[in-house]
């Protein structure tokens, strides 16, 4: 429960909730021999690296177009066609 709490506030620890709590019910399914909870909670606790490389790796492509703005030069004319005619005698 308290990873979809920090999923719904963008946090990349959910994943780190998420498997505590995945990796805790895997335990309880192997000592009581429940074979599909077992498949069930490796396929989670696998899915939560494969959420966390995502993850990383969407923030990384954001920041990545973020600095290619700034570091863009900044429009000079205000962002509105230019024509000859526009311009002041």
């Known amino acids: 429960m308290f990873n979809l709490i920090l999923v719904d506030r963008g946090r990349l620890t959910n994943y780190l909730w998420g498997f505590i709590g995945c990796a805790t019910w895997l335990i309880?399914?192997?000592m009581?021999?429940?074979v599909?909870?077992?498949f069930a909670q490796i396929f989670y606790v696998t899915m939560q690296f494969v959420g966390v490389w995502v993850w990383q790796r969407q923030l990384d492509r954001q920041e990545k177009k973020t600095s290619m703005r700034k570091s863009m030069p900044a429009c000079s004319?205000?962002?509105k066609a230019f024509s000859p005619s526009s311009q002041p005698s």
């Open 36 to 38: 599909g909870d077992i």
């Open 32 to 34: 009581n021999h429940l």
């Open 77 to 79: 004319h205000g962002g």
């Open 28 to 30: 309880v399914a192997i």
